[in-house]
């Protein structure tokens, strides 16, 4: 129960359904008299949007689901200002398509939540993944945008840049960020974006789906956001960026391969700086942060994304009868669906990340002797 | 602020400095006239410490400082039973050495939290890492035994087991739980552990450490454990497992794995058992863990745990004097340290398991209708 | 910042402000499978809304202002029955007259908020006091009825009734629930609400207004709810009753008269039933909590509410020009006001109260062994 | 569950029955670097303690149980100043005496929470009233002095004054602050706590118990604490309050009285003063409090306490059997009692309402831009 609501000071609270009629969430704790440009709200929705994110290439291999993302603001701002009041806003869900998903109704799909959410409620609303749908993450998108107006009020130099990194077993050979928005992975780097893309395109005739890795990258992050031990700065990352579907592992810095490290070899070097005043940082393994805190460095991390489960290949599974009884079942699953999530949480997991360091800063601010 | 508690229903709420007078907790949500067996928390103390891991292996490579772990319940227990009110502990520290520390005062150890700490605070507790230490996990285990324990009165059958995959490079062959308690890694292999302890102690004499990678696997959770969106188990459990020092990654089921994957390889079959009662996974990329929800299968994530860095070479870093400025320093650290953390953190990964799983459990009482 | 949540594991959100273009709420915990009718929350926001609570007076003397209140439920329910999933729910303010609080920019309205929001926001929502008006308890209302039906699902038999115990210097004579939607004032005893109503007439042609007592009976609730120590039963309530505007006191049971009595007067003697069964009390001068936690014995609480602060006439006040400096002001207040709060007031409380027993109901579920 | 907790930010977790080994509490969301005075929260503890508060008149009569509450700070602390870690102490019982209540084990005492607790926990610890003692508010004193030095750093001038105004029927004439720890009463008047004093004395003759009524006022407050729905200071306070054994109601400003007053009279007049910096008020009837949030004038609210329900004389009430049937019974209690809670009271009043405050203070700074 109550699993709706991220964050202490800077909270967010989201409702909505896949094929309901409408997301929407409320935004508490954001400080007065900040602006609040409505117009970026709604270009992060945009860009959340399948179909956004293509430059040379066509995006169609990528993604194939039609949504319209329309943010309604119906507190909170007045005359573009936070009120220090809670934001509440809606998005509506223009076509619920219900009837494609009548003949799910008593089947489980492969890699979906159909069956946990069976298990834990003892029913299912079928409707297209229901509360599960990737389809929420619209209103983290909004509410990121939001965390992320507020942050930049604070700090104007933070930056907060996700891209794709690897897909469909391809990884990217340089770190271009003014490509990302130009290829149809939101990969730094058009040539491997191309070769992702053909390998992606060739999944989907064949009716599979590919997985990938998405970096993450912040700069301009005061050190010291964190707390000591439970709401360490990685932890909280940690649970917001897994808190995203599809998204099966994250690591700090040098993450995983630390673990083959030595102390020698993984330790960040630091050195002060000419003046004396400030340090700096030879390497980053420690992804910018020591003790749960940030400690100046730029924040690194890397995230796993499962391959799509909704594939058109026929598969293996179970259905359920009207006496609770489970039968084995092949079920071929039909409609649109996205081939490779990556570029889709891209912006997801910025918004996250703006989440979880807006609520870490309005926390330091609370402790400013 | 305020992170030292985890927990919505069951809540633990920790103090302590590694070289203040005593670490201690509190436990709240504990349902009343649940036996609370102290003998084992007292054991799972004592696991904890160092020493206690090994089987025919000198332990002395991995681990070599001494600390005792007497806990003292002071609340919420009565005639053996848990009260219903908060359960109050404290674990002394007995020996503070705070001298060891003293020509730490005003250097920063490499990959330590110490310029972290002195960033967010302003100044810092130098004593052996403050706050920051590993030595506040005591409090850890202690409430994670209390928590196994409630588990256990609601599910019998629940087994929670962590163990050291892989260290210094090395990883295991096979996995026979009955090996764990038989060798300092706590890796359920001997012939494996071995071979780590070989190239950990060939490392110690280096005055070098090592990383490892620890998996845990939970069998006999119901399914319909973890909340829809931001509570989703995976999430929940990578915030306690993050909040653990020294671990930079998790990933559940085939994690980092899965983005190589397609879909058709992924997703985890179903079928239904020979009456139709249940339903069995044959593979089990998921980790158990089907939108943010347990399935019935086993639960199971990797860890990436840092090397230790606390090494006795000598490492280039920062100090600052009395006016503020930074100063480059070669430092050499003294005094005894782990090697390898990895067999101690395997209690603590297990403890912290159970205090997520145990509270999600309770707020699905909370839900039965 | 971030107090618009009420509750931990049934946890509601709100958000909006009178002149905006909707309020609206996240409910969040109800367990799913419960049936929710959406007719008797539509009906609940109709018994709010003012010229509802007529029998046979005019209720004009009490209240004059126009306003409509239609539920959007968007989220959360499906099939009538609840999902589980958060519900989130609008209310479209109709008629968002800004215009007639144009003038009322730069001037503080005494015993508003005005002031006050002011002194905390830096700058004001001036439209019709903005979070702080009573048009927000649409929502409480609203949800207070979603918490009922949760409660009536676990406990068929509990009622929560509150009507008006004094207004204008009035009190009934007699408590005749069956009377309490029959008068304007919701007071159960049509005879004094006639009293009342004359007192309050003659107050509005004043251009004064009225204020009040109103009662609050439970019955039907098990013993034991409540928390042990912060979280009792009577200081949940205190919380809850405190936020609706207005409301100025709180007493549960003998209350303030408590005070004036001795032990051997106060204590609430007990009984063993014929059969040995359960405890009856033969008094309730505890009002049914004792320790914090309800003993079996009805609920029972006073309320005071002010008189509404905006009259008609000639006002002494402060307002505040561009350079930020304060001046006096003669301040009269024009448009529809209501002139006693009771009656409008009495859904609110129940709906509060409804909301606090839900929480600890369910939290008392998560103890159960 | 997990009521044991109070506040957002500045946050306390608390332990401990009557009876067992010790209380404590943890502190967290102290800003570091702030002084921490031990010496003053010993002295604190002090005057909570029976036979502390006496000045001409023998306190005997008020009070007449013995305890000792040496306070340990284990953490969170470091060379007098706060570490911005969490804060843990403990309060060692030094006299349990369990045998004193054998007799009580299956009787349920008037007036106090023994059938309360035994309905919530299907059992009892009944050594003297076990956590519903009023030995748990030695912990809420102990972190409402952290609190008032926290505030003090912020608001130097912030003064939390709590006094008895009335007890076993008598009422201050006058309100002289600095009699208030020269009589037994804490009442600012000593001629009328002499009054109060004979009074109990003859209650305490006849086996009897008295109640009374506690002031409390804030000066000093900074206006803008508060938030504007459900953490209205008032809301905060009074959920504060109420958390304290054997209080039953709370009024803020004229409160009750207020009922009966109406707009023209109860609404506070402001005046800018002379040089248009500031808003004054010329009366108080809102208590300092508007829409939820202090408006810079002084916070005032009053207490209604319960008389003391142990008493000597024989009273009516029930017991249970071992097959769980109640049966009726006759009950003289023994052992060493308080007459009247006032003068215990009023430092637990102050302890609780700079927590509160200090919460809403550092709510406060999180927000600003």
Do not use: W
Not at 165 to 173: E, L, M
Not at 222 to 233: Q, S
Request: net charge neutral; charged share 25%; with cysteine.
């Amino acid at each position: 129960m109550s699993g709706n609501t991220f964050g202490k000071i800077f909270k967010i609270t989201t409702f909505g359904e896949s094929h309901g009629s409408a997301l929407g969430g409320i935004i508490d704790g954001v400080p007065a008299g900040i602006k609040i440009d409505q117009t970026k709200i709604q270009a992060a929705l945009d860009r959340r949007k399948p179909g956004q994110s293509a430059g040379g290439q066509a995006n169609a291999s990528v993604t194939a689901r039609k949504e319209s993302d329309k943010i309604e603001i119906l507190s909170g701002v007045f005359e573009e200002k936070s009120e220090g009041t809670s934001i509440g806003f809606i998005i509506r869900n223009e076509s619920q398509h219900s009837k494609d998903y009548s003949n799910l109704a008593n089947t489980f799909r492969p890699g979906h939540a159909d069956l946990s959410y069976f298990l834990k409620y003892g029913f299912r609303d079928y409707r297209g993944g229901g509360r599960s749908s990737g389809r929420e993450t619209a209103v983290r998108v909004a509410a990121g945008e939001v965390a992320r107006q507020v942050l930049e009020h604070f700090c104007p130099q933070i930056k907060i840049t996700a891209y794709t990194q690897r897909a469909a077993g391809i990884s990217i050979q340089k770190t271009d960020f003014s490509q990302i928005e130009q290829n149809a992975l939101r990969a730094p780097d058009n040539y491997a974006a191309a070769k992702m893309n053909e390998k992606i395109e060739e999944l989907r005739k064949n009716g599979d789906s590919a997985g990938g890795i998405i970096a993450c990258r912040v700069t301009g992050l005061p050190a010291g956001l964190g707390e000591c031990v439970f709401d360490k700065l990685d932890a909280l990352l940690a649970h917001a960026i897994l808190s995203i579907g599809a998204v099966k592992g994250i690591e700090f810095g040098a993450g995983f391969e630390a673990a083959d490290l030595t102390g020698s070899t993984n330790n960040d070097i630091m050195r002060a700086n000419s003046d004396g005043s400030k340090v700096e940082f030879l390497t980053n393994n420690a992804g910018g942060i020591l003790g749960g805190i940030s400690n100046g460095n730029e924040i690194f991390f890397r995230v796993a994304v499962k391959p799509v489960p909704s594939i058109f290949k026929e598969q293996q599974t179970v259905s359920i009868d009207e006496n609770g009884k489970f039968h084995n079942e092949n079920l071929k699953i039909e409609g649109r669906h996205d081939v490779c999530l990556c570029p889709r949480i891209v912006p997801v997991i910025e918004a996250m990340t703006a989440v979880t360091l807006c609520d870490l800063f309005l926390q330091n601010q609370a402790g400013r002797i």
